[in-house]
């Protein structure tokens, strides 16, 4: 072995000895603070503290009014609230009637759902063809972009690789920190342009550069839509059939905007009260979004259906898999958190309207992919899993599959890499959090800043000599 490799592999050895110190330290220091930082669960009842900022029926809290969009699951029937399937408006638009526009004229949508959530409005022909031309000269990274950010330090997750790119795009604004309501526009359009090529290249850098991979980086065609760029970025040959690039353009628009109160769609409304800028705002929904209780939650699924597999070869076998779900509850099976991933939402009860949609289309792309069985895996769980949670757990509204149950097994079939389902739905979302962003600007002169309660108990100083 050569002098220089013995002295490498030498250094090596003695920064894993120094983490492994420095850590025995971390761990009693956490030891130590842990139990300061524990606070009694009645203590939340005592004080009506409403955890989560919900209910304890598990209605959210109205911490603010939005024209963007409306989520609801329920409805007035002789005066009194009940149950309903579960309806998602845009701008006043139910999402069907929204789908159903540009699915039967063979269009593909995300562009104008994007405009519809920016503007307020559905687009003319006229006014939809000069957005779709600033969107594309927007694409564009800056001058040595890629290079000197997207590939340095690549990380192996591409939503702090995305918001690393998109903090460093604060540099390379000539306005980044001028707040106006045109410039707040021209860096949301910018962003939402940008995010499909900073989530493909910084997929790519992280194959070479942490992988080992062969990369090869293919610049969106200025021809193209988003979801036929994403895909056409990611193929080396850069084909895809038709229904693979529209059934990828609806799951944007079924991912693009949920409410205000959805937990990264309330971060951007939380920073930008602040007065901060446009960068640093998005910056903040993408860590948001990157957790997996909200955006991650599709990856979640899919190693949960993996799991399942493992354990349940035969997959017409209900009791089997019915089983398999009930050691699910019991925290016996996946994970042990008791969970059954994709199933249950924070509002809807009857039914999630974008997985209604999603699924009706899921069923075509399955038999173009030869993977019908293991679509009619996921219906048969579907169904067995709202029984199992019903019969088992105490709960105050009905359960349903929600949008993530069925959209990590879409990106799957259409060869999307895991680690590129949860920036995917950023790509989509960034609609919605720019609008949360500029209403933000527009309505509220106030930081957001809510109040909690100290109920930790009181401590004399004591002098060091004498602790």
Known sequence: MKKETLLHSSKIQK???????DMELVDKLTAEAEPWYDIAPELYMQYEVKRGLRDLDGRGVRAGLTTISRVSATKMVDGKEVQAPGMLCYRGIPIENLVQGFISHDRFGFEEIVYLLLMGHLPKKEQMAQFQELLVDYRALPNRFNSGVIMKMPSDNIMNTMAKCVLALHAYDPKPDDTSLSNVMRQC?????????????????????????????????????IAENIL???????????????????????????????????????????????YSTIAAALGSLKGPKHGG??????????????????????DALREYLMGLLR???????????????????????????????????????????????????ERLAKEVITS????????????DFYSGFVYRMLGLPMDLFTPIFAIARIAGWSAHRLEELINCRKIIRPAYLPVGKPQEYVPLEER
Not at 242 to 270: Q, W
């Open 15 to 21: 920064m894993i000895e120094q983490y492994k110190h």
């Open 189 to 225: 359009l910018q962003l939402i342009a940008q995010f499909p090529t900073l989530a493909v290249f910084g997929y790519q850098a992280s194959m070479y550069f942490r992988n080992d991979k062969s990369m090869f980086i293919q610049k969106p065609d200025p021809k193209l839509t």
């Open 232 to 278: 056409y970025m990611m193929r080396p040959d850069g084909k895809y059939t038709r229904l693979e690039a529209k059934l990828l353009d609806l799951c944007l628009v079924l991912h693009a905007e949920h409410g205000g109160g959805n937990n990264s769609a309330f971060t951007v409304h939380v920073v930008s009260s602040s007065g901060t800028d446009t």
């Open 297 to 318: 939650a599709n990856i979640k699924v899919m190693e949960m259906f993996e799991d399942l597999k493992t354990n349940c070869p035969d997959w017409e076998d209900e």
């Open 331 to 381: 925290g016996e099976r996946f994970d042990q958190a008791g969970l059954i991933y994709g199933m249950g939402h924070a509002v809807y009860s009857v039914s999630d309207p974008r997985a209604v949609i999603l699924k009706s289309f899921v069923e075509k792309l399955s038999q173009e992919k030869g993977c019908h069985a293991e679509y009619e895996l996921y219906a048969r769980v």
């Open 392 to 403: 088992n757990r105490k709960i105050y509204k009905g359960v349903c599959a929600n949008v």
